[in-house]
């Protein structure tokens, strides 16, 4: 599933009412999960989170955008925090399956309904901003809602939506796209404030005022500091004492985990630590982080200790929690911090969670689902876990004559396509499923009819792809087989081929409920679609089959006649 978070910031940080309002308005959005909402007081600002589909989470955020406009009066609004207009800001971030471009297309589309329907201004900023001027949220907000009046008759700060003339009562609203922020705090062995911001300076991207060797502040022409710049970029961090802790932590924001990964700061940090006689003792993640930058920081230190990184992606995140000192301060809860477990839909891992007698005697019942593209694609699944076995038994850094990073890089990519094809095994009996739905519902005049057939034609057609990803997975499964059965350890061969066979399982068994949904779409705009299927379905089958053919008859060759195989 497609899912993107969205943050939008409100001008009101007390009133229930109000905050009540703006969270039904969004929970009302089928799909959409309403994940905190953070009011401030002093601020007089509350900071919504919720995630969803894109078109769910762009729906969700215009109707919390029009409640805010109808219940919020910026003319009476008092608060610490700048701001512009009753929703002050209202980002998207991409998450699970989305990229940046589709949250800025998301943003525009957004700031186009707002500025049409709800006659506010709409600036946008960040990536979704077209003047490059603009990105920059601080330049936009400059002047605040007070200057607001006199900003829209200035043709510069014409909005990119919306009208021109002041809306009193709800502002302007900026609107964007940007990279998920990460809320984390380094611990420290010290409850020294200035030695914790002193490590702060020198990761930051801001770095810190230059000094000369007079110990004085290095300044230019104009009399301003010098930066020196910090170590990484999209970092802001400043040192701070916990009392509750007894300890002083860098706190730091990540602006763009793509770009600046934790865990590279995190040992950055420990390394900064040493220097002055301290220690890291853990870390604290503030709020939620991106299963990813889990997954990379779990790779990461298993790379460090020389381990295969190809292994679960439960063993990745269990390492990365115990080399981050993610649980010092508090039990570290995957499904309450990971924010793709968080918004996990429950009924959709109905099968996978499944014990495995008992999907076995689900299987066997006379529903229709489970059915023969669950067990495709949990044959394909096996068969990768297969290659990755291998793969990681083979992995020795001790025998320097393997050819270690290519077993790493097979592991990790047969861990990859096993969750994957696991994922698979319900969305099978989840298409087919919608399928039936779609069958069953009303046909009572012509409008009924219409929309029958266009929800028919949209499940089948979706029920067919999930078929055609698990034969492209399992080719490349049958792929990887093929490269580790020649260099895994020989021990290991009947596994290699094994895993060979259940590709080839996979594949064939995808490849017939690829057909039989074909069959159900008739329609002549279908036919494109359908023959486009057909023949890359019957490409990857026929790779398929060559690449088990020649595994199957190297492994059959190596084992039936062992003492001339060379092992």
């Given at each position: 599933?497609?899912?993107?978070?969205?943050?939008?910031?409100?001008?009101?940080?007390?009133?229930?009412?109000?905050?009540?309002?703006?969270?039904?308005?969004?929970?009302?959005?089928?799909?959409?999960?309403?994940?905190?909402?953070?009011?401030?007081?002093?601020?007089?600002?509350?900071?919504?989170?919720?995630?969803?589909?894109?078109?769910?989470?762009?729906?969700?955020?215009?109707?919390?955008?029009?409640?805010?406009?109808?219940?919020?009066?910026?003319?009476?609004?008092?608060?610490?925090?700048?701001?512009?207009?009753?929703?002050?800001?209202?980002?998207?971030?991409?998450?699970?399956?989305?990229?940046?471009?589709?949250?800025?297309?998301?943003?525009?589309?957004?700031?186009?309904?707002?500025?049409?329907?709800?006659?506010?201004?709409?600036?946008?900023?960040?990536?979704?901003?077209?003047?490059?001027?603009?990105?920059?949220?601080?330049?936009?907000?400059?002047?605040?809602?007070?200057?607001?009046?006199?900003?829209?008759?200035?043709?510069?700060?014409?909005?990119?939506?919306?009208?021109?003339?002041?809306?009193?009562?709800?502002?302007?609203?900026?609107?964007?796209?940007?990279?998920?922020?990460?809320?984390?705090?380094?611990?420290?062995?010290?409850?020294?404030?200035?030695?914790?911001?002193?490590?702060?300076?020198?990761?930051?991207?801001?770095?810190?005022?230059?000094?000369?060797?007079?110990?004085?502040?290095?300044?230019?022409?104009?009399?301003?500091?010098?930066?020196?710049?910090?170590?990484?970029?999209?970092?802001?961090?400043?040192?701070?004492?916990?009392?509750?802790?007894?300890?002083?932590?860098?706190?730091?924001?990540?602006?763009?985990?793509?770009?600046?990964?934790?865990?590279?700061?995190?040992?950055?940090?420990?390394?900064?630590?040493?220097?002055?006689?301290?220690?890291?003792?853990?870390?604290?993640?503030?709020?939620?982080?991106?299963?990813?930058?889990?997954?990379?920081?779990?790779?990461?230190?298993?790379?460090?200790?020389?381990?295969?990184?190809?292994?679960?992606?439960?063993?990745?995140?269990?390492?990365?929690?115990?080399?981050?000192?993610?649980?010092?301060?508090?039990?570290?809860?995957?499904?309450?911090k990971i924010i793709e477990d968080r918004v996990r839909d429950a009924a959709?891992?109905?099968?996978?969670?499944?014990?495995?007698?008992?999907?076995?005697?689900?299987?066997?019942?006379?529903?229709?689902?489970?059915?023969?593209?669950?067990?495709?694609?949990?044959?394909?699944?096996?068969?990768?876990?297969?290659?990755?076995?291998?793969?990681?038994?083979?992995?020795?850094?001790?025998?320097?004559?393997?050819?270690?990073?290519?077993?790493?890089?097979?592991?990790?990519?047969?861990?990859?396509?096993?969750?994957?094809?696991?994922?698979?095994?319900?969305?099978?009996?989840?298409?087919?499923?919608?399928?039936?739905?779609?069958?069953?519902?009303?046909?009572?005049?012509?409008?009924?009819?219409?929309?029958?057939?266009?929800?028919?034609?949209?499940?089948?057609?979706?029920?067919?792809?999930?078929?055609?990803?698990?034969?492209?997975?399992?080719?490349?499964?049958?792929?990887?087989?093929?490269?580790?059965?020649?260099?895994?350890?020989?021990?290991?061969?009947?596994?290699?081929?094994?895993?060979?066979?259940?590709?080839?399982?996979?594949?064939?068994?995808?490849?017939?409920?690829?057909?039989?949904?074909?069959?159900?779409?008739?329609?002549?705009?279908?036919?494109?679609?359908?023959?486009?299927?057909?023949?890359?379905?019957?490409?990857?089958?026929?790779?398929?089959?060559?690449?088990?053919?020649?595994?199957?008859?190297?492994?059959?060759?190596?084992?039936?006649?062992?003492?001339?195989?060379?092992?």
């Amino acid at each position: 599933m497609k899912l993107v978070e969205c943050v939008p910031n409100f001008s009101e940080g007390s009133d229930g009412a109000i905050l009540d309002a703006i969270s039904a308005a969004i929970a009302a959005v089928e799909g959409v999960r309403l994940l905190d909402v953070d009011p401030g007081e002093a601020t007089n600002r509350t900071v919504f989170t919720f995630v969803g589909p894109p078109d769910a989470a762009q729906e969700a955020a215009f109707q919390a955008i029009r409640v805010a406009a109808e219940r919020i009066d910026m003319r009476s609004h008092r608060g610490e925090h700048a701001r512009l207009g009753a929703t002050d800001v209202c980002p998207f971030v991409p998450l699970q399956g989305t990229s940046m471009e589709e949250c800025v297309t998301l943003a525009r589309a957004l700031g186009q309904r707002v500025g049409d329907e709800l006659e506010i201004p709409v600036y946008l900023y960040e990536e979704a901003a077209k003047d490059p001027q603009r990105r920059n949220l601080a330049t936009i907000r400059a002047g605040e809602y007070e200057g607001l009046e006199a900003k829209l008759r200035d043709p510069e700060w014409k909005p990119d939506f919306g009208p021109t003339r002041f809306n009193a009562r709800a502002g302007a609203t900026v609107i964007g796209a940007r990279e998920f922020l990460v809320a984390y705090n380094i611990n420290l062995n010290t409850r020294d404030k200035k030695l914790a911001t002193d490590i702060a300076l020198d990761l930051r991207e801001a770095g810190r005022n230059k000094r000369g060797p007079d110990g004085k502040f290095v300044r230019d022409d104009n009399g301003v500091p010098i930066k020196k710049p910090g170590r990484f970029k999209h970092v802001k961090a400043v040192g701070w004492y916990i009392e509750e802790y007894a300890r002083a932590q860098i706190s730091i924001n990540f602006t763009n985990i793509r770009i600046t990964p934790v865990h590279e700061v995190f040992d950055a940090a420990c390394e900064e630590a040493t220097k002055r006689g301290l220690r890291v003792t853990g870390s604290e993640l503030v709020g939620l982080i991106p299963r990813e930058a889990m997954l990379a920081a779990g790779r990461h230190y298993l790379r460090k200790q020389r381990r295969s990184s190809g292994v679960p992606e439960s063993e990745l995140i269990h390492i990365a929690v115990r080399s981050l000192g993610l649980d010092e301060l508090a039990p570290f809860d995957a499904e309450e911090k990971i924010i793709e477990d968080r918004v996990r839909d429950a009924a959709a891992w109905r099968l996978r969670d499944l014990r495995l007698c008992r999907f076995v005697d689900e299987l066997s019942t006379d529903s229709a689902t489970p059915g023969g593209g669950s067990v495709a694609a949990l044959c394909g699944a096996l068969g990768a876990a297969l290659t990755a076995m291998v793969a990681n038994l083979t992995h020795n850094p001790r025998k320097t004559e393997l050819p270690l990073d290519e077993l790493q890089t097979i592991a990790e990519e047969a861990q990859s396509l096993q969750t994957q094809l696991t994922a698979a095994v319900d969305a099978d009996t989840a298409a087919f499923d919608a399928v039936l739905a779609a069958m069953r519902m009303p046909r009572q005049g012509d409008e009924e009819i219409a929309a029958r057939a266009a929800a028919m034609r949209a499940a089948t057609r979706h029920a067919t792809r999930v078929p055609l990803g698990v034969v492209e997975r399992a080719c490349r499964g049958a792929q990887l087989a093929r490269q580790v059965a020649e260099i895994g350890n020989p021990a290991s061969l009947s596994d290699a081929g094994v895993a060979a066979l259940c590709a080839a399982t996979a594949a064939e068994g995808a490849y017939y409920n690829v057909l039989i949904n074909l069959a159900g779409l008739d329609d002549p705009e279908d036919a494109d679609f359908v023959r486009s299927t057909r023949d890359a379905a019957q490409r990857l089958l026929r790779e398929t089959e060559a690449q088990v053919q020649e595994t199957r008859d190297a492994v059959r060759q190596r084992l039936e006649n062992p003492e001339s195989s060379g092992d």
